[in-house]
């Protein structure tokens, strides 16, 4: 009987074995589970890697890049259908495989970022970066290595299936904070820190067709997650991180009430974790330049510092905004608040000329300035200049390739491309790239601007002390103390 007994177990394991190893048609494949890993670049989240699971009992080698075929679907066709929009985006294709690494029971494919067909989010024809609806499909193009728990070493081919799950180790930082009536922002809770940095994002990634999406101002570029590194958070000393997101578009910031609003939750933030009200950070990007500079007049004593790139002042009553009048923007020189600006020389959405270089002559008026120029291997040179009390800077960035284009306004002048560093094949080594010209927040996302002194945006902003008299100080001190007593 013990004989009977043992002969049935070992029939029973054998079939397992062959079961397991035996090639397709033999017997029924199994599955192996494959998860997905993104990060969030210049030019937004990326799909950058696959890693699947091949359980405990087997260890995989005798893999290349033409081992397996990855083919991507992301789509936004129901967003579009119910927002009445094109999807300029959407793909359907092959990923490219650059390289895999196999480790034990895991194998990672890594992906190359430029692919076209690993984005997150997708732009539509309303102006607006929409998240798609992934779909992975993995296929095994001939057989790899599996060895058995016993040293056995088998060729190997199974079936593989994407778990649904997109791992970003950034954006797992942030929480959705939607706010019933007011505007949803992501939100990094940085823990007993006492500085917050509030950042608006571009027109982009506004909301669409009222999805509560929440997310497109996190994925869209490095806007958001930018601030919750580990550079940042140890340059800023810790800080909260606030990234709104706009209803529709910040050039409705007076017409729809957004300035009061996110002042309002602004304050709400800053009473409840116990911010330091002297340590609120701003920074935007294009139509969110145009919203930072709309929030720096209505509330000049709201920020200890501004980080403003190619802000989008010449477009903005095109789109339903205000341009600031000059007066505005002389108003400014009465706050506390310091100011660098940041664009590129040449900008294909909006002129810097009526920008950036305008609200930063208007704030230096009469002052002498400092101008220094730095060259960089890889990413755009530049020139900064900078007032003697430190408060007003402007980074120009040098653009490439250019070409006479018509802008928004139907004028046709110079356009072309800035350098940015970028390492698409993920191989370790960084290459120039070249963007749109219009994408000069890369750089100070990047923490890359400097000043006279070597001192970067960051560290200038976290480190900024207003001039104030005597008395202004005093002010302030009280003001401080009747906010904490909630007076």
Partial sequence: MKHLFRKLVCAVLCLSLVMSFAPPGMAAAPTHTATLYAQVTDSGEIISKMVIDFGESLKVSGVDTDTFTVHAVGSTAEHC????????????????????????????????????????????????????????????????????????????????????????????????????????????????????IVWFHGNGEGDSAASQNNVAQMLANRGTVAWATDEAQQIFGGAYVMAFQAPDTWYYAQRDGLLAQAEAEIQQVIAQYGIDPEKVYVSGCSAGGYMTTRMLIAYPDLFKAAMINCPALDVAQLRGGETPTDEELASLRDSDTAIWLVQAVTDSSVRREDCSQRMFDILTQGQKLTQTSYAQDLDSDFITWETADNKYKLSLYETVNLADKADSFGVTRPMGNIKVASDDNQDGVYKTALKNDHWSWIFTLNNDPQDASGTDIWTWAANYTPNRSLVQQVINGWQNFLAALGL
């Avoid at 994407?162 to 007011?182: L, N, P, R």
């Fill in 81 to 196: 259908a119910a927002a009445g929009a094109m999807s300029y985006g959407d793909y359907d294709a092959d990923r490219v495989i650059e390289k895999v690494e196999a480790n034990g029971r895991y194998l990672t494919l890594y992906f190359n970022l430029s692919d076209g067909a690993g984005a997150t989010l997708a732009y539509l024809s309303n102006s607006r970066n929409y998240p798609v609806t992934l779909s992975y499909t993995i296929t095994q193009n001939k057989p790899l290595t599996a060895t058995a728990l016993d040293g056995r070493e088998m060729s190997y081919t199974a079936n593989y299936a994407w778990d649904g799950q997109v791992h970003d180790e950034e954006t797992a930082k942030f929480e959705s904070v939607k706010v019933e009536g007011g505007i949803n922002y992501q939100f990094y809770n940085a823990g007993d820190a006492d500085s917050l």
